[in-house]
């Protein structure tokens, strides 16, 4: 009797790389947001200069105005790295999640760039300029500092976004704990207005809905597979 043919299932979380790459849209959507990153950061350095010699408006914040402020660039960019090389040490191994992630990394600053835009605003009151040698030279490279990069908080919304892409799980958790902490640390630093950093995790949460309808479209496999503990529930 001949063997019945395989049933296509929704995609899972669980895929390798090997079965992911033979699946052409996954291919596609994978080279896709490759290119537009690479897109997005080659016009990155003329947008924020532009953002920066616009005037803009100094929005009330009480919270910042009773906040001695600190420099805590450290503590933040720390954080930060730590949380990138933890999720990656996830991601990377699993070509779905992997993919979500990078789709909602492209929304997230399309978003970020698109209300940059619409909102010019002046930087708070005491600020004290981050320092990150890495994004300072590959994104902000202008004859200025970059103080007008705010609304919202893309340091707090990516820590948040990396919370989400690696699923359910004590790695969940620790990425929460430090997107918080990121947070306070910016207003610490008067780096961003409070509404800044309260946005940014709705707007994260919106971006990783949308890429991750994107990017589940683009796999399908033969047989389900039970999730792993790091992605179950994802």
């Known amino acids: 009797m001949p063997a019945s043919p395989a049933v296509s299932a929704p995609a899972s979380p669980t895929l390798r790389w090997p079965e992911a790459w033979r699946a052409p849209s996954f291919r596609a959507r994978l080279l896709l947001v490759l290119a537009l990153l690479l897109g997005l950061l080659a016009a990155l350095p003329r947008f924020f200069a532009y953002i920066q010699a616009r005037p803009g408006v100094v929005l009330p914040d009480p919270l910042l105005a009773a906040l001695p402020a600190h420099d805590v660039s450290g503590l933040i960019f720390g954080t930060i790295y730590l949380s990138v090389a933890a999720s990656l040490w996830v991601l990377l191994p699993r070509p779905q999640l992997l993919l979500r992630a990078l789709w909602a990394y492209l929304l997230l600053?399309?978003?970020r760039c698109l209300l940059l835009w619409l909102l010019p605003l002046e930087p708070p009151v005491g600020l004290l300029l981050l320092q990150d040698p890495l994004v300072d030279q590959l994104?902000?490279?202008?004859?200025?500092?970059?103080?007008?990069?705010?609304?919202?908080?893309?340091?707090?919304a990516t820590v948040v976004l990396l919370a989400l892409a690696v699923g359910r799980g004590r790695l969940r958790t620790a990425l929460l704990a430090a997107a918080a902490a990121v947070g306070t640390l910016v207003l610490v630093q008067h780096a961003h207005y409070t509404y800044d950093v309260l946005a940014a995790p709705l707007f994260a949460w919106?971006?990783?809905?949308?890429?991750?309808?994107?990017?589940?479209?683009a796999l399908t496999a033969p047989h389900p597979i039970a999730p792993s503990p790091v992605e179950r529930g994802n």
Request: with cysteine.
């Open 206 to 217: 919106g971006c990783y809905r949308v890429a991750r309808c994107i990017a589940d479209g």
């Open 139 to 156: 994104v902000y490279a202008a004859p200025a500092p970059i103080t007008k990069d705010l609304f919202f908080s893309g340091h707090t």
């Open 109 to 111: 600053h399309v978003c």
